[in-house]
């Protein structure tokens, strides 16, 4: 798993360029390498394979397009991958 130091130029990028993409792509999920928007995709599964498939176990970002305000989400949870149910 990338650390958080990884991928700060691609968060840096996404908050950015959200204003931007909210309009364009508001409820989608990005994949950002560095500074390019490499790919935009309906779910979060989509996206991240694309990224795995593309960059290997190099950095990449994978973000839902939202308003900021609204509540944090954690990929993982949201997808399946992980399970908060005790």
């Not at 390498?33 to 970002?61: C, H």
């Amino acid at each position: 798993m990338a650390s958080i130091e990884a991928i700060a130029e691609e968060y840096a990028f996404f908050r950015q360029m959200l204003a931007e993409w909210l309009p364009l792509y508001g409820g989608r999920w990005v994949l950002i390498k560095k500074t390019q928007l490499v790919g935009v995709f309906d779910t979060f599964p989509d996206a991240y394979a694309e990224g795995v498939e593309r960059f290997g176990g190099g950095p990449f970002l994978v973000m839902r397009v939202q308003d900021q305000a609204a509540s944090e989400q954690i990929p993982a949870l949201s997808s399946g991958i992980l399970n908060a149910h005790i």
